[in-house]
């Protein structure tokens, strides 16, 4: 098969190149290829299929038919790699439920499925960490509420395995009572709000457990622009923490709760508008390394309830590279190279694999990306519901 006409984009760059495929592999990139089967791309982008570390399943409901559709839906938002939150019911962290979880997925083909796995259990005591690293899990996920022995524990395990840390920094004390952000709209509805300083104390105890036992760090759904000043200036100090963040808190602000939405009820919280412009400037900047949709769906009974008693998450795995394009690329705050670097490498490296360039002898990991094409959002449970978005993954 040959890709002709096609942007090809990778981490290094645009060029107009066709690519020809084989067997699912890249046999030659280059101008005036022949083949019998030929894909005329139109100018369409081709890319690294995209990858998202921090995807949950429909009410986070461990089983194979809703992760059937989260297959389903990340192919058209251009997803090829997905790896699940452990923090499901039941939750990822014993060898019966990976066993469980892994059965789900084996005849999967059209998009690669991996777990984290819980390193909490329900009574916070340690998980069987290396056994369950032993039989695939990528990663381990750890809240913050552990205790800094457990913590502690768990940095071990993940400098012996030299694997990175996926750390959700949260303080149970402050979120337990808190549906929103604590500020003037929080005020405003009448609605418990989450101090920042939730995410900001926990982001500043775990750097310095990575400086201690010299082990990597990914933040998960940081949502504070002093959390990120944190974990650029442990970075420029040789730490090894880099954090993630979804679209949603670069684009949209705690005033999308207004009117009690409880689509923009999300974890962690929405950020003041002030900051959001203050997250975008760091995404500028580079200073964020990983960026995430975020995708937790919910059934209507847990969404459509009075925003104290609602369920967290919306739903943006279908619309991925259209919402990414859209908001970040066409506004101009990155470039699409940058967001492959975000969305694909990055990730990639999270999980000890490489993605990110498109060569010669590679897996042909790509999806065609045409940004001529519009699509308007019809779906209740997205924060961007009835907007328009630039482009749409061409399915072949």
Avoid: W
Avoid at 7 to 25: A, H, L, W
Avoid at 165 to 180: H, Q, R
Avoid at 235 to 259: N, P, Q, R, T
Avoid at 328 to 343: A, F, W
Wanted: charged letters at 20%.
């Amino acid at each position: 098969m040959l890709i002709s006409n096609a942007v090809v984009c990778d981490v290094n760059g645009e060029r107009n190149v066709d690519v020809q495929i084989q067997n699912g592999v890249i046999v030659a990139i280059g101008e005036n290829l022949q083949d019998e089967n030929v894909i005329d791309a139109k100018g369409a982008y081709l890319l690294p299929s995209l990858i998202d570390t921090n995807v949950r399943v429909l009410d986070s409901s461990l089983n194979a038919k809703n992760i059937k559709s989260l297959v389903k839906e990340a192919k058209k938002g251009g997803i090829g790699h997905i790896v699940l939150n452990a923090d499901s019911t039941p939750a990822i962290d014993n060898e019966v439920v990976l066993e469980f979880a892994q059965n789900g997925v084996k005849d999967i083909s059209e998009v690669k499925i991996d777990f984290m796995l819980n390193a909490l259990k329900e009574d916070m005591s340690l998980s069987n960490i290396a056994i369950l690293l032993k039989k695939g899990v990528v990663a381990p996920y750890m809240s913050t509420i552990a205790k800094n022995n457990i913590a502690i524990k768990i940095a071990e395990y993940v400098k012996m395995y030299d694997v990175t840390l996926f750390c959700k920094p949260e303080d149970n004390s402050l979120i337990n009572a808190g549906v929103m952000l604590e500020g003037d709209v929080s005020s405003k509805l009448g609605l418990a709000g989450i101090p920042e300083l939730s995410e900001v104390l926990h982001v500043s105890r775990m750097i310095e457990i990575a400086r201690y036992f010299d082990i990597k760090i990914l933040f998960k759904s940081i949502a504070s622009p002093r959390s990120i000043e944190l974990i650029s200036k442990a970075k420029k100090e040789g730490v090894h923490v880099s954090c993630e963040v979804s679209v949603h808190h670069l684009i949209c602000s705690d005033e999308a709760c207004e009117g009690f939405n409880t689509t923009a009820k999300l974890n962690p919280p929405l950020a003041s508008k002030d900051d959001v412009l203050l997250l975008q400037e760091a995404l500028k900047n580079g200073d964020i390394d990983v960026l995430s949709v975020l995708h937790q769906p919910n059934s209507p009974v847990n969404k459509e309830v009075a925003f104290f008693d609602a369920a967290y998450g919306c739903e943006a795995l279908e619309d991925a590279l259209s919402l990414y394009y859209t908001k970040l690329v066409h506004s101009g705050m990155i470039s699409m190279p940058e967001l492959v670097r975000l969305c694909v490498q990055n990730p990639a490296k999270c999980i000890n694999m490489q993605a990110g360039l498109i060569e010669t002898g590679q897996k042909a990991n790509i999806i065609l990306f045409d940004t001529n094409e519009k699509k308007v959002i019809n779906n209740a449970q997205s924060l961007y519901n009835g907007e328009e978005l630039f482009g749409k993954v061409i399915i072949y």
